[in-house]
């Protein structure tokens, strides 16, 4: 693709750093070269790209949505299944990679640790180790909502004499095959652990402080004469956008999450039908695992396999917390003990943003600080007071269709940065005002909706929702075209004084 902007290097070719390269980051940073930005750095704690994708290797491990739209638009892929399985999404990343050259920007083994503002020169220094790696004039944080794991804070938690370890990091090295072992949880992950588990194991315990709203999945492998069918982009560009459609048909203007429309009474009421159709002559399952809020007071889950696995011999079902652990299994709230060979802690993440590293800003003010625990972030991708600074899955873009979003947040990105530059500027900020009025009306429009359950990960330290999108991808994508240029504030010119012609500064070599 012929690039944006490179009539003037000088001023056009900042250094970016990307920091995370899951889907976000491997996305907006093909954005970003297709601009014609070349001093990128893509910065990453794993050994390789994939991001959620590379962490999380367990058993039965696959996406929620459909591979077609579990895609980037501009990179069609022959699915073999309709919900795509962790080792085909690795190879599908791994394949952007190598197509659109991104193997040259990668920092892998870098685990930043915080990234500081220089106000005298207009550029943040990034430190992992203790040290300064590098320098940026821009970065995005692409390291997700959901990504750093939330390991529980049990009695005797090191006393277990087995192996124990997060879903989102396999122990591989452990064979589970005729094993007695504890999953610990009840979300997305559990439930497509029990049933992988349950193929191998002697035995699997699930330990479920609260059960979930279940929907079906539907998945299965795409038939030979489909895959063929695939193979034309406009087969799959018409497939995509009707599933685009019959996802935004239900989201559009928040009505599956608001108790009492029909699309929420109708939700509600497939995942009973499903429960009982599921569960049938089972009243102890039924009643263990049928929820006690409103449907999406909690993230739903959605799977085909869950609810059958619990029938089977060498499963149990334990509709309790645990407390502690002990040298032989774990104990849970009620006093009962158990014993495990091994166990699997599928106790999610923690649901803050940026809790892998720290942003300082102007004055050395840490951005969590400026959020003083409600975070919040313009369409979720420019937080106030923070220049030249990006989140890419930020403050209230969580649901609806995710990687539609990210394609969104990253055109976003690479305008308000060419925006910047055409105009000399060396920073680019949200207007404090902008900021006010659009988080405003977002809480306005979430008010009322099933996110406000008191048991849920959506909520700040306030009581604010800060983690949900609350219409459709539709809305989000107009927005992110129309509140551009009046809603932004550039810093000073670059070096410039009158008559003089922009330069650059000499690369700066990497430093480890």
């Known amino acids: 693709m012929r690039p944006l902007v490179m009539s003037r290097p000088g001023i056009n070719q900042p250094s970016i750093a990307v920091i995370g390269v899951g889907f976000g980051g491997i996305g907006v940073a093909v954005k970003l070269k297709e601009a014609g930005f070349t001093r990128i750095t893509l910065l990453e704690k794993a050994s390789g790209p994939g991001g959620t994708w590379w962490h999380n290797s367990y058993p039965g491990a696959e996406v929620d949505t459909p591979s077609m739209v579990y895609s980037f638009s501009w990179m069609p892929w022959n699915w073999t299944r309709t919900h795509v399985r962790q080792a085909e ?287 919040t972030a313009f369409l979720g991708i420019m937080p106030e007071g923070v220049p030249n600074f990006f989140l890419m899955y930020g403050p209230n873009t969580n649901g609806g269709t995710i990687v539609s979003n990210l394609e969104l947040q990253a055109a976003y990105i690479v305008a308000a940065i060419q925006h910047a530059r055409k105009r000399d500027a060396s920073s680019i900020e949200i207007q404090p005002w902008a900021m006010d009025v659009y988080d405003r009306i977002l809480q306005d429009r979430l008010a009322g909706t099933a996110f406000h359950y008191e048991n849920n990960y959506y909520r700040s330290g306030s009581g604010r929702i800060a983690t949900q999108w609350p219409d459709g991808v539709i809305l989000y994508g107009v927005l992110t075209k129309l509140l551009r240029k009046p809603f932004w504030r550039l810093g000073h010119r670059i070096g410039r004084t009158r008559g003089d012609k922009p330069q650059q500064a000499p690369p700066r070599p990497y430093r480890r």
Do not use: C
Request: glycine letters at 8%; hydrophobic letters at 40%; aromatic letters at 10%.
């Open 89 to 375: 999404l690795q190879e599908y990343l791994e394949a952007v990679v190598d197509r659109f050259g991104l193997a040259p920007h990668f920092r892998f083994d870098t685990r930043v640790e915080r990234v500081e503002w220089d106000e005298s020169k207009q550029e943040y220094a990034i430190f992992s180790e203790g040290r300064e790696i590098l320098r940026a004039n821009h970065v995005i944080s692409a390291v997700g909502l959901l990504s750093d794991p939330k390991m529980p804070d049990w009695e005797g938690i090191g006393d277990f004499r087995g192996p124990l370890f997060h879903s989102s990091r396999w122990d591989h090295s452990v064979d589970l095959t005729g094993r007695r072992v504890a999953v610990v949880g009840s979300g997305s992950t559990a439930t497509q652990l029990v049933p992988a588990l349950s193929e191998i194991a002697a035995q699997v315990t699930m330990f479920q402080r609260e059960p979930g709203w279940i929907v079906p999945k539907l998945a299965r492998g795409f038939t030979p004469g489909e895959r063929r069918a695939m193979d034309s982009k406009v087969a799959q560009r018409i497939i995509r956008t009707k599933i685009l459609i019959q996802r935004e048909r239900a989201q559009i203007g928040g009505a599956i999450w608001r108790e009492g429309t029909p699309q929420h009474t109708a939700a509600e009421n497939a995942a009973r039908a499903f429960i009982k159709r599921s569960l049938d002559g089972r009243p102890d399952l039924i009643d263990a695992v049928t929820p006690r809020y409103m449907y999406a007071g909690k993230r739903p889950i959605i799977s085909d396999d869950f609810y059958p696995s619990l029938l089977k011999e060498n499963v149990t079902l334990i509709p309790r917390a645990v407390k502690g652990l002990t040298p032989q299994g774990l104990t849970d709230v009620e006093g009962d003990e158990y014993e495990f060979d091994a166990i699997v802690l599928a106790t999610g993440y923690k649901a803050d943003f940026l809790t892998s590293f720290d942003v300082i800003a102007r004055d050395g003010r840490s951005i969590h600080d400026i959020w003083s625990g409600d975070e």
